[in-house]
């Protein structure tokens, strides 16, 4: 049992010396990062939209 809060506390500490070492993002870095993202989706979505009205006229068009 007293090894497994010793390991649980190593852990915690390693885990925040490694955090410590991350170089997180500014500000306006996390800005632009987040319109890409929402770009991307925006055109995902775009394309599969009209892949699928596209092939829903193609199933139409046969039945």
Known sequence: MKRSFK???SFFTESW???KKVRW?????????TLIVL????VIAL???VLD??????IEAII
């Open 17 to 19: 010396s490694e955090l």
């Open 39 to 42: 770009g991307t989706i925006v």
């Open 25 to 33: 993002p500014s500000r306006k870095e996390l800005k632009n990062y």
């Open 47 to 49: 394309y599969f939209w």
């Open 7 to 9: 390991s649980l506390f």
């Open 53 to 58: 009205i596209g092939i829903s006229a193609v």
